[in-house]
Every structure is written in C-alpha cells, then in structure tokens.
C-alpha cells in the first residue's frame, strides 16, 4: 500500500547541533521525494528535494540523502539555528506523480 | 504569494450545516489537491484534480465534495456527512511537467 514512515516525531537539538530526520516508504517505483518545512500556523513550504537517479544533494546547511535499496530517505540540517524550528514533512509520490503521501512530521526544536 | 489563495482564512460552521472552502491558483497549474491537517499530524489527501472537469477521491474523501470547472479553481464543500470536520484545510497545485507543490495559506474550520 501506500505507506510513509518518518521519524522522529520530535526532535529538540542546541543551536549549532545538527538535525536528521529519516522517512521510509513502501512504493518501490517512487523516485522523486521532497522535503517541506512548515512554520507554526503557516503553508508548507518545499525546501529541498532530490530524485531517485541521485544519492545525495545539498543545498547550504540543507541536505538529503536517499538509499533506494533500503526505501529511505533524509534530512540532514547542520548548524541548527532558532529559525529552523518548525514542523518538517517528506513525502513520495505514489501512481506516477498524481498522489503524493506525506509523512507525519517531525517537530524541530532548536535550543537558543 | 505563490498565486494560490484561499478563502476564507476562519470559518466557523454549526453542526449539520454545508460549507464551501475557496481555493484560486493563477499560476497555470495542471493539478489541484485538497489536504486536511489536524493537530500534530501530518496532511492526508481528501481530493485532487488533474485536469478540468475531472477529479478523483483521495485517502478520507467520505463527507467531501469538490468540482473543477475552471483550471484556476477547485472549491471543497464540506458537508454535514463529514463527522468531525474541525480542521486546517490546505489547498495545493501543480504543474504537470514539474513534481513541486505550492501550498495555499489554508483555512481553519471550525465546527460549534
């Protein structure tokens, strides 16, 4: 079916620290899995994505890596900083394009 | 914005009554979603539409109902069959050529 995972639910790191957090998905034929940042009250918002004919990309302190023998992928944040807190979804693509699952968030929380 | 809004930001609905949440993209997008999002959980599809006059059933579409008569609008009613309807509602779209999906600013419904 269609399944994604994504741990952990809540993460509290100091300023400065880095962050993962780490999705697996059921739907072997997925190849295009992104990354959204959700700010308390506010749209999620893509911040980074990577497609299955990469292992790895970055983008600044942002970066995600994807093993597709094991189904999963994730988000590495370094450098933390107050203003990466917020709510962090992936999600994979499931029939194509046409339906995406999203995970069910992490909440970051940065400790000035 | 992104061009894609939504109205109205609050709404407030009594029990067994209809309400029709708005959802407006001037962006060209192909494709338009509608997702729930209830506290502390991720986004689960309701419905979503790729092309006009076509749209199909997401994960927890019982109790909702959408049209896409105009490229640029895909409205949600909520109706009285939907149980427990207090939710944040997210509208999204797509281009067909790209996989990304702009968010609108969502609306937070409120059943008294």
């Known amino acids: 079916g269609e399944n994604v995972e994504q741990h952990p639910s809540t993460l509290s790191v100091q300023e400065g620290d880095s962050a993962v957090i780490k999705c697996t998905y059921s739907?072997?034929?997925?190849?295009?899995f992104p990354w959204y940042k959700q700010e308390l009250g506010k749209r999620p918002q893509l911040i980074i994505d990577i497609r299955s004919n990469v292992g790895e990309k970055k983008d600044q302190r942002i970066a995600v890596t994807l093993n597709k023998t094991a189904k999963h992928f994730s988000l590495h944040i370094t450098e933390t900083q107050p203003e990466d807190s917020a709510v962090y979804f992936c999600?994979?693509?499931?029939?194509?394009?046409?339906?995406?699952?999203f995970g069910t968030g992490t909440k970051l929380q940065v400790i000035p | 914005d992104g061009g894609i809004t939504q109205s109205p930001k609050y709404l407030f609905r009594k029990e067994g009554q209809n309400v029709t949440l708005s959802c407006e993209q001037n962006?060209?997008?192909?494709?338009m979603y509608w997702y729930r999002q209830d506290p502390g959980q991720g986004l689960r599809l309701i419905y979503y539409s790729q092309i006009v006059n076509d749209f199909q059933k997401g994960d927890i579409a019982e109790g909702y109902s959408v049209s896409r008569e105009k490229k640029e609008s895909f409205p949600l009613t909520v109706t009285s069959a939907q149980k427990n309807p207090t939710a944040f509602y997210l509208c999204a779209s797509r281009l067909a050529s790209n996989n990304e999906q702009f968010f609108g600013p969502g609306t937070r419904l409120t059943v008294l």
């Open positions: 962006l060209n997008h192909d494709a």
């Open positions: 739907d072997s034929a997925s190849n295009y």
């Open positions: 999600a994979a693509p499931f029939g194509g394009y046409q339906k995406v699952t």
